[in-house]
């Protein structure tokens, strides 16, 4: 659970705070980026935002 009054991050840069967590919310890489060949590529269009502590993903919440 959350502790009360605690914010809890949903946007790129924002601090996570589930769980006591202080990881960031960042976009996840896409694996298979194809930029270079034609941006912008699928992989990075439906790039989740993630914590890069818990591994929290986009969604999870729901």
Do not use: Y
């Not at 790129?12 to 705070?17: A, K, S, V, W, Y």
């Not at 006591?20 to 941006?39: A, D, F, M, R, Y």
Request: with cysteine; glycine share 14%.
């Amino acid at each position: 659970m959350v502790e009360i009054g605690t914010e809890i991050g949903t946007e790129e840069g924002d601090l996570c705070g589930r769980f006591g967590c202080t990881g960031h919310i960042e976009w996840q890489v896409g694996k298979n980026c194809s930029c270079h060949l034609s941006p912008p590529c699928m992989a990075c269009v439906t790039a989740p935002l993630m914590c890069s502590e818990c591994g929290w993903e986009e969604g999870d919440d729901d």
